[in-house]
């Protein structure tokens, strides 16, 4: 028995509550294994793994840098492992940031991610209310970003935590969501360059905000996403909450997870995961619909039977522009892992087969020019993903390819 085995022999019997410790619910493929390879056209297998903790702390966050190169993976305990990524998807550990000292009861981390171009400059974001900026070069953290009520300043009181944050495209702000407190609903603002706060929005939200995402290319474009089920776009060089407010997009649900895609056409869309397993999409300035897709249509296109098993983990971008979807289930710990790609507004096509996972997934990062998929989940590992050219059908390029349409009508 390897280590590795023994590590997965001993979270199993390990006290701790985890999705993993719910009795199965019954579920199956929906297709004999001839078919389900036919309809996957792509395998991929584990190319390398790592166990980041032997207390089984759950992989809450993920991150790489620019060149995909180097990733970060942030653990329940609020510690920090940083990998090298090499080329042919092998791991290499070359630091690891320890919990903190002192994190206010129940703190874990809500996001880790690269500040700028570079791979030496790491934010860390605890739920106790602190981004924490690391240079990798040294030790200990540079700055540290932590929002102070001041009533003289007219800058409300705000709650001592904070559940997401995220940087902008030039490094130069960062933006952190809070919980609803005493009525309110707070988007944060920090100036990382002069290591202070710049203020906040604080009327857009009406609950938990759950989700805040910079646009890739455009530094002062935002959105945020909240158990409200609303989506709400900024522009944040406006000069107040009001007039930087450009749209708010009604999920009718509760959202858990946003993203930024482009389309044919180069106009920018919005993908949303919803707390109930949904999909949606819409057509940034305009808020039209793009694509809705409810949790038992994701089961379906991953071909299994029971949609109270489905995890939806992630909405990706393909390098032509196209978007798939990550998914998973509870089921025998996190054994299916399958991707199916948004080819329209009303379609879903299997696409991805991930052969012998060991958890259940709560992250995913994916580099498109190498087809290469990073997961993280709840048993504590890291684990890198690529093209099985042996096992990969109906596709002689071996490249995951697919389109997406615009589907417009009236806005809502």
């Known amino acids: 028995m390897t280590d590795f085995d023994k590590y997965l022999e001993e979270a199993i019997t390990t006290d701790l509550p985890s999705s993993e410790d719910e009795a199965d619910i019954e579920d199956e493929d929906t297709c004999g294994i001839q078919e389900l390879a036919a309809n996957f056209r792509l395998q991929y297998k584990t190319q390398d793994e790592s166990v980041v903790s032997l207390k089984r702390d759950y992989v809450l966050s993920l991150c790489a840098d620019q060149r995909f190169t180097r990733i ?33 009861t129940g703190a874990v981390t809500c996001g880790v991610q690269f500040l700028d171009e570079g791979s030496d400059n790491l934010l860390v974001g605890t739920t106790d209310g602190v981004v924490r900026l690391f240079d990798l070069r040294t030790t200990g953290e540079q700055a540290r970003f932590e929002y102070k009520s001041d009533p ?7 709650p001592k935590s904070v559940t997401c944050f995220e940087r902008n495209a030039n490094g130069r702000v960062i933006c952190c969501g809070t919980e609803q407190y005493l009525g309110i609903v707070h988007l944060l603002f920090f100036d990382v360059r002069e290591r202070k706060q710049l203020g906040g929005y604080h009327e857009s939200h009406e609950d938990d905000v759950t989700s805040v995402r910079f646009h890739d290319r455009n530094p002062d474009l935002l959105c945020t996403g909240g158990t409200d089920g609303l989506i709400n776009v900024f522009d944040i060089k406006q000069p107040d909450e009001e007039e930087a ?24 869309i919005i993908s949303c995961i919803t707390h109930t397993n949904d999909f949606k999409s819409y057509e940034c300035e305009e808020g039209d619909e793009v694509a809705s897709f409810e949790r038992s249509d994701v089961t379906a296109a991953i071909r299994r039977k029971n949609a109270g098993n489905f995890n939806l983990i992630n909405a990706h971008n393909l390098e032509d522009n196209g978007v798939f979807l990550l998914a998973g289930t509870n089921f025998n710990r996190g054994e299916i892992l399958r991707s199916v790609s ?49 096992g990969n059908v109906g596709n002689s390029s071996g490249k995951l390819k697919t389109k997406i349409k615009s589907h417009k009508k009236t806005p809502y």
């Open 72 to 104: 970060a993976a942030g653990l329940s305990s609020t510690a920090i492992h940083i990998y090298d990524l090499q080329e042919g998807g092998g791991l290499k550990t070359v630091q690891e940031i320890p919990s903190k000292e002192k994190p206010e």
């Open 152 to 158: 003289a300043a007219q800058m409300p009181q705000v």
């Open 245 to 268: 407010l450009q749209n708010t997009i009604n999920t009718e649900s509760s959202v858990h997870r946003l993203n930024w895609h482009r389309n044919v056409y180069d106009k920018d």
């Open 342 to 390: 948004v080819t329209s507004k009303e379609k879903l096509d299997p696409l991805a087969n991930f052969l012998g996972n060991k958890q259940i997934v709560r992250e995913s990062l994916f580099d498109a020019k190498r087809q290469l998929l990073v997961t993280g989940g709840e048993s504590g590992i890291v684990s890198v993903w690529t093209q099985d050219a042996t």
